[in-house]
């Protein structure tokens, strides 16, 4: 679908920096992100990337800057804000419990409720086993049995569901932040198939992520955080590894010319 060009972007970050005392954590970062699209958020450790995050989820408050959905500034001031408003984080350690069911996961703190006689109150357990099955089928992950508890799931499959579970409730934007981190090399593929499934679903995703293969193989576009900074913002097509690498590292960017500079 052609995107119209007077709407405004999904997500636009305008000047953030972030100040934890005196660690520069961000400096001006100014960052756009469309529907429908997946983005590659790199850069060495420390560079920014989870801080930045964390403030378009509301868990951090800028020093400085503002964040704008649709075109209108919001105030996140906690990540339950920013998941009414569609914008959903997994989060590297996933966050599930493993002691609960698929279904269980999927609906945790957001369980359908139905009343018998009109008086008491129960979980709706039908809705939420035919609703996690149906959206399991709908992104395509295959795990036969949502009564099946967490904590027997393999870490691929544990990830699906914590994607599941975070665009079960009309998400615009997932941010997965190393979601392949711990996990096989089967798995991650099913992961980055989720991702492009996700994007098919009219979701977008900002990806983070130390595997650049991962990151090139499913980023329509990669934006580098080097220390605080955001030295590059590239479409997937335009660019290669090598010139990924050289600005994560710092030795192509504006790092790199002020340095030429101050050396002359
Ligand atoms: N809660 C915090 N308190 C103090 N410093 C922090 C905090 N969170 C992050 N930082 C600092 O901010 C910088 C960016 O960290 P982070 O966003 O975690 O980087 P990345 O995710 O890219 O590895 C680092 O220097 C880190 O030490
Ligand atoms: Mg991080």
Redesign the pocket.
Known sequence: MMENASQPPLIELRGIS?Y??P?R??ENVNLVVNRRQVVGLV??????????M?ILTGA?QPTFGEILLEGRPVHFASPHESRLAGIEMVYQDLALAGNLSIAANIYLGREPIKRQWGLFRFMDEKRIENGSRELLERLKINIPNVKARVENLSGGQRQSVAIARATAFNAKLVIM?EPTAALAVKEVAKVLETVLNLRAHGVAVIL?SHRMQDVMSVADRIIV?YE?AKVADLERSKTNLDEIVAYIVGSKGSAAQARAVAEG
Do not use: E, P, R
């Not at 060495?44 to 801080?51: F, I, L, Y």
């Open positions: 972030k934890f005392g660690v954590a961000l850069g060495d450790n420390g560079a920014g990337k989870s801080t930045l964390k951090y932040d983070i955080l605080g």
